[in-house]
C-alpha cells in the first residue's frame, strides 16, 4: 500500500503547489492598477530526502518580476511626475490568464490522480478483505 500513498502524497503536493502559484496569480491580477506594483514569481522545487528525490514538488521563494515598470501618462493622477507620468505595474493580464488557466489544469491533473489512486486503494482494500 505504500506506493498508493506515495502516490497520493505527489498528488497533493502538486495541488498544493498549484494552489499556492494561483494564490499569487490572483494577487498579481488584483494589482495590475496598483502603481509601482512588480508582478510575483513562484518557482516550484523539487523535495529531496536523504539526497534522494521524493517526487513531491513544494513552492520555492517567491521572487518579484523585475521587469521594467510601464510608465502611465497621467497628468492628473496623484503620483504623477513633472511630466505628467508615474510608475505603473509590470503586471501583463495576457501571461497572468495564461499561468492561472494552467496552474488550474494542472490542479485538475493532480486532483484526478489523487482520485484515481484513492479508487484503487478502495478496490484493492474490498478484494484483499474477501
Known amino acids: 500500500m505504500t506506493e498508493f500513498s506515495d502516490a497520493m502524497s505527489i498528488a497533493a503536493s502538486g495541488m498544493k503547489a498549484q494552489a499556492s502559484r494561483l494564490r499569487h496569480v490572483s494577487e498579481n491580477i488584483a494589482n495590475t492598477d496598483t502603481p509601482g506594483y512588480r508582478r ?73 490522480l489523487f482520485d484515481q489512486v484513492r479508487q484503487m486503494s478502495s478496490s484493492l482494500t474490498e478484494i484483499l478483505r474477501k
Open 40 to 112: 510575483k514569481i513562484v518557482a516550484f522545487e523539487e523535495v529531496i530526502e536523504s539526497g534522494r528525490a521524493t517526487g513531491l514538488v513544494e513552492t520555492g521563494r517567491v521572487r518579484l518580476d523585475r521587469a521594467d515598470l510601464e510608465r502611465v501618462h497621467d497628468p492628473s493622477h496623484p503620483l504623477a511626475d513633472e511630466t505628467g507620468s508615474y510608475e505603473g505595474s509590470n503586471v501583463n493580464l495576457l501571461i497572468e490568464i495564461a499561468d492561472a488557466r494552467e496552474a488550474q489544469r494542472s490542479y485538475e491533473a493532480n486532483l484526478k
